[in-house]
């Protein structure tokens, strides 16, 4: 069975810097993708990053620059760093896993990020 934690989360000024950590129960090189999404209020949940099992990443346009996601094979976790936090990213924030064969998703319960201005 696959688990997901999700941690990291808080409340950082506008301007500020948080990071995210996902850790994985066994090995994350079951996944072809990793990634991060999140959701505000009444908005639907979108994606943030992604990172493959190769390496590459995607961004959403909205944190390019701004965000970066990582992944440390070792410890089985996945990680995104929050740097010139804005207002608008203010979310919870997800983790989220596709296993690679079969392509089922997993995600994680949610971590709280919230941005004050």
């Known amino acids: 069975q696959v688990q997901l934690v999700e941690s990291g989360g808080g409340l950082v000024q506008s301007g500020g810097s948080l990071r995210l950590s996902c850790a994985a129960s066994g090995s994350i090189f079951r996944f072809n993708t990793m990634g991060w999404y999140r959701q505000a209020p009444g908005k639907q949940r979108e994606l943030v990053a992604s990172i493959i099992t190769g390496g590459n990443t995607n961004y959403a346009d909205s944190v390019k620059g701004r965000f970066t996601i990582s992944r440390d094979n070792a410890r089985n976790t996945v990680y995104l760093q929050m740097d010139s936090l804005k207002p608008e990213d203010t979310a919870v924030y997800f983790c989220?896993?596709?296993?690679?064969?079969?392509?089922?998703?997993?995600w994680g319960q949610g971590t709280q990020v919230t941005v004050s201005s």
């Open positions: 989220n896993a596709i296993l690679s064969g079969n392509g089922w998703h997993y």
